[in-house]
């Protein structure tokens, strides 16, 4: 029997990780032990995406949060590695880009476990963003590159990696659409709690450290959809940390009689919501790919974003957010349009091919 040892700790590795612990599961001769780090620990950013997806609880729940970037990923690494020596895992398999991704990797490669990257070779070229830093050393530390796109291929053949280490198998966050976004329906439950209609709303979700620390940004962002939102709806399900800014910045209450604000959301009322959104306005890298699951437009609100195919196929517009009045041209722009008919992310087998690459080698 081998043995995987999975490390995660953010909302969209939740995600990811269901489909492809459903895939180790039912692989004869493979084995998972769960260590959740607990960097998003809130019933509403994690609990809730373990019940829904139908995934098993975590065998060790390190109960990691808050604090700089260093002293986080630091406190990670030392019990990340603790439970390694002990449980003595065969491979390590981390997904994206947070500090449990980093502390995961680094963790394992020094103590010469071969380690498993899901969602490898994405690249913003933005080495301000923490996600660019814990990205790219955890691809130079792991021994698969499981990429998702072929330009996340093209970057790490770039960067000089050998042909070999790179496994291009697709997304596995459509596979995990494929699996659950036909599980909701349009007008039900959330929606019909907060009185959208289909097509009759834009989704919102605003959580990147670039745009939440830097008040002129957020400021631009909080004024295009307080400007939207006189002619369409704005729900927007705020990220934790998004809230306490808005809060220490005082514009939480003149923002919420404008924009429905709501706590963050389970994986099943988010893809109702951007479903059957008019428009998702957003910086997660996970909901711009959503967006165009679901065929609805998309405005990033970024200067770049690592989902190139998705702006060239025309599904998604990159809105830098320095001016509220560009923001809200860009999103009036791309309402009611569409892209051009494009499979960027394979074929929703790409769980299944993570654990086959790794069971062939181990
Ligand atoms: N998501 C969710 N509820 C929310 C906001 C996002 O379930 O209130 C899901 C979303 O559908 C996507 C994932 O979380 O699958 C994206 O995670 P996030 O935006 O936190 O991170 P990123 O993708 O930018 O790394």
Known sequence: MRKILTVLGAR???IKASVVSHAIATTPGLTEVLVHTGQHFDANMSDVFFAELGMAKPDYF????????GAMTG????AVEKVMLQEKPDVVLVYGDTNSTLAGALAAAKLHIPVAHVEAGLRSFNMAMPEEINRILTDRISHWLFTPTQAASANLQREGYAADKIIEVGDVMYDVALHHGSRVQPGTGLMAQLGL?????VLATIHRQENTDHPQRLAAIVDALTATARTLP???PLHPRTRAVLQKAGLLDALASQVKLIEPVGYLDMVQLEKFAALIATDSGGVQKEAFFYQVPCVTLRDETEWVE???AGWNRLAPPVDAQALQAAMAGALGSRGQDVQPYGVG???GRVVNSILNVV
């Open 12 to 14: 969209p590795q939740f």
């Open 349 to 351: 087998d790409a769980a």
């Open 75 to 78: 406190r990670m690494l030392e």
């Open 234 to 236: 704005v729900v927007w």
């Open 310 to 312: 998705l702006v060239q």
């Open 197 to 201: 209609t289909e097509k009759g709303y």
């Open 62 to 69: 390190l109960d990691i949060h808050g604090g700089s970037h």
